[in-house]
């Protein structure tokens, strides 16, 4: 959520800020603006709605500077407004922040008292207004009065910050919410995600909660929690730029969901030998760990909970093992009992949902074996604070509904089912061999499933101008109901909910008639005949049906019922190549709606805040 980009140079940043601004747009945003030193005072401009207004609106005014901030808001305290968009300013003081500032009722009263003016709804005028009163009132230079300011408040934050009177130097700060630094020769630069400063730089530095940092275009200072002067790795990254184009798709969503079977292989790579894991799969991982886990506690948001429900399904069916999956945000506010030898399971693609961040947190506190995080940045703060780390090797996914960072998370998922199976001696030799030979098929199978893709277009053709859907299945393709209801309401903004088949006659049936589809999927497993029940329960009552079936399930076809054979042979694999069509419809029916379908309204890709 929200996108930071700031940079100190001795050449004119507005090019190189308005593109990190760009870059950072899947993020989710409703409104954007830039500030630049320029002939010492503060040039600022802000727009309501997408970067290309603020990029117009730069260029109206010829605006430029060797200092900057700039910054995307995605509205949490007062409407996307240009007054309430960043930065905020305060005296000779401009800032960006991405966080939330959970007591700023408090201090906006006890500033108010003294004689502070607001102008904006926002948590983050409170902050500069603070960090200026502190600086004017005990004469404090402006790192000091930033520190004691990030003493007095609660909560999260990322902050960029310049001083009209201090035209050398650009500060940083950092809680909770992602930052970092990147390096360049005579030039520095800080954003909240890489991609930003991909053109100008690859060299980075992740910083931590607490710290604080002074750039200067020569030189990068870092200030732990206590104040004190420290170190932090530089990580030297390389990503492609057709890594981040669409190349010749129309959209990223699009582009991702047909990179899955490259980044199945890529999960893949390296980490399953013929009947187990690999020793490699897990980094940090004890030799012992896996076989004295009784139980399993998964937490995640979104999409990745449902790999998550996924997940506990293929926990407990091969591996013998008890799974709970619950809701982050739900997980830490609840009391847990945890069972002896448990392992905490974190997923993200991000690593940095704020909810998921502050449950590992808990977590680390309640006495599990161990925590281990799913992720699919490796620089993440999910990934530095997990005991053990399994990377999804998705690449760099920009559509901020998830496609190929969900299936392998599911892919992920399954090798450590398979992990911890064999090493509790549940999945014996050869059924370690059966299974590890159905993983290897994944990448195959979805790109047979990428093949229907223009029918699937077609079939999409049915949603338009309608209001609602409801998504049905058994078992494990019950998440991946979910998960499909998810898609369709994310991008295309229709109602749709996702149900365990059982459940159709305990109130969904109430809904059915002909303009509620109902999308149905149909693998080949021990709970079809139950699903075919379903289906014709549906169709009894005029619903209209769109079945996702194997093969060799039968199912007849007519002017009320679509159904669509899948390329689904091996049935381990069916929450994997099953979930492909329901990308596809969602995509599709997104189209013909006109959505956003990489930027869907009042959503981000990186859920920072609570």
């Keep these: 959520m929200c996108g930071i980009v700031?940079?100190?140079?001795?050449?004119?940043?507005?090019?190189?800020?308005?593109?990190?601004?760009?870059?950072?747009?899947?993020?989710?945003?409703?409104?954007?603006?830039?500030?630049?030193?320029?002939?010492?005072?503060?040039?600022?401009?802000?727009?309501?709605?997408?970067?290309?207004?603020?990029?117009?609106?730069?260029?109206?005014?010829?605006?430029?500077?060797?200092?900057?901030?700039?910054?995307?808001?995605?509205?949490?305290?007062?409407?996307?407004?240009?007054?309430?968009?960043?930065?905020?300013?305060?005296?000779?003081?401009?800032?960006?922040?991405?966080?939330?500032?959970?007591?700023?009722?408090?201090?906006?009263?006890?500033?108010?008292?003294?004689?502070?003016?607001?102008?904006?709804?926002?948590?983050?005028?409170?902050?500069?207004?603070?960090?200026?009163?502190?600086?004017?009132?005990?004469?404090?230079?402006?790192?000091?009065a930033l520190q004691q300011a990030l003493t007095l408040v609660h909560g999260s934050y990322a902050i960029a910050l310049i001083d009209k009177d201090d035209p050398e130097h650009l500060y940083l700060a950092k809680k909770g919410s992602p930052l970092i630094i990147g390096l360049g020769i005579g030039e520095n630069f800080a954003a909240s995600d890489v991609l930003a400063l991909l053109p100008v730089t690859s060299r980075f530095i992740y910083l931590e909660d607490g710290d604080c940092a002074v750039l200067s275009r020569e030189d990068v200072t870092i200030f732990d929690a206590t104040g004190q002067p420290c170190q932090r790795n530089c990580s030297h990254l390389e990503i492609s730029a057709e890594a981040i184009s669409k190349g010749p798709y129309k959209h990223y969503m699009q582009k991702e969901i047909f990179?899955?079977?490259?980044?199945?292989?890529?999960?893949?790579?390296?980490?399953?030998?013929?009947?187990?894991?690999?020793?490699?799969?897990?980094?940090?991982?004890?030799?012992?760990?896996?076989?004295?886990?009784?139980?399993?506690?998964?937490?995640?948001?979104g999409t990745s909970y449902h790999a998550g429900l996924v997940g506990q399904y293929y926990l407990e069916e091969y591996a013998g093992v008890s799974a709970t999956v619950t809701i982050a945000s739900e997980y830490r506010y609840k009391r847990t009992v945890v069972p002896q030898h448990s392992l905490f399971i974190t997923l993200s693609q991000s690593g940095e949902t704020a909810d998921t961040l502050a449950a590992l947190k808990l977590a680390k506190e309640q006495g599990y074996a161990a925590t281990l995080c799913i992720c699919n940045n490796a620089s993440s703060a999910l990934v530095r604070n997990s005991d053990v780390v399994f990377l999804t090797r998705a690449g760099t996914e920009i559509g901020v509904a998830s496609t190929k960072a969900f299936t392998t998370q599911l892919m992920a998922l399954f090798l450590l089912t398979l992990g911890l199976g064999r090493a509790n001696g549940q999945i014996d030799v050869a059924a370690g061999r059966r299974f590890?030979?159905?993983?290897?098929?994944?990448?195959?199978?979805?790109?047979?499933?990428?093949?229907?893709?223009?029918?699937?277009?077609?079939?999409?053709?049915?949603?338009?101008?309608?209001?609602?859907?409801?998504?049905?299945?058994?078992?494990?393709?019950?998440p991946i109901a979910l998960e499909g209801a998810l898609k369709l309401k994310e991008i295309s903004y229709i109602h749709a909910e996702g149900y365990a088949s059982g459940e159709l006659k305990h109130g969904p049936i109430a809904l059915i008639d002909a303009r509620m589809p109902v999308i149905v999927t149909a693998p080949h497993d021990s709970l079809v005949s139950k699903l075919v029940s379903n289906i014709e329960e549906v169709r009894a009552r005029g619903g209209r049906l769109y079945i996702f079936a194997a093969e060799d399930v039968q199912l007849?076809?007519?002017?009320?019922?679509?159904?669509?054979?899948?390329?689904?042979?091996?049935?381990?694999?069916?929450?994997?190549?099953?979930?492909?069509?329901?990308?596809?419809?969602?995509?599709?029916?997104?189209?013909?709606?006109?959505?956003?379908?990489?930027?869907?309204?009042?959503?981000?890709?990186?859920?920072?805040?609570?």
């Design 556 to 610: 007849k076809e007519n002017a009320q019922c679509r159904v669509l054979l899948t390329a689904n042979r091996e049935p381990l694999l069916a929450p994997i190549t099953f979930c492909i069509p329901l990308q596809l419809l969602a995509y599709h029916v997104a189209v013909i709606n006109g959505t956003d379908v990489d930027q869907p309204r009042n959503l981000a890709k990186s859920v920072t805040v609570e």
């Design 436 to 478: 590890a030979a159905a993983l290897r098929q994944a990448p195959s199978e979805v790109r047979a499933q990428l093949q229907l893709d223009h029918e699937i277009a077609a079939l999409s053709q049915d949603f338009a101008g309608l209001e609602h859907a409801l998504y049905l299945g058994r078992g494990a393709m019950y």
């Design 259 to 301: 990179e899955q079977p490259e980044a199945l292989e890529s999960t893949l790579l390296g980490r399953l030998d013929e009947d187990n894991i690999s020793a490699e799969a897990f980094l940090n991982l004890p030799p012992e760990l896996f076989a004295s886990i009784k139980h399993v506690q998964i937490a995640a948001c």
């Design 6 to 144: 700031g940079a100190i140079a001795k050449r004119p940043l507005a090019e190189i800020l308005l593109t990190g601004l760009s870059a950072l747009e899947y993020r989710g945003y409703d409104s954007a603006g830039i500030c630049f030193i320029t002939d010492g005072k503060l040039n600022l401009i802000k727009t309501a709605g997408k970067v290309q207004a603020l990029k117009d609106e730069v260029s109206a005014q010829q605006a430029d500077g060797l200092v900057g901030i700039a910054h995307t808001r995605w509205a949490t305290h007062g409407k996307p407004t240009v007054t309430n968009a960043h930065p905020h300013t305060a005296g000779s003081l401009a800032m960006v922040h991405n966080g939330i500032i959970e007591n700023y009722q408090a201090i906006k009263q006890d500033l108010s008292a003294q004689g502070e003016s607001f102008y904006s709804d926002t948590d983050s005028e409170v902050l500069v207004k603070l960090i200026n009163h502190l600086r004017t009132k005990e004469q404090l230079p402006l790192l000091k």
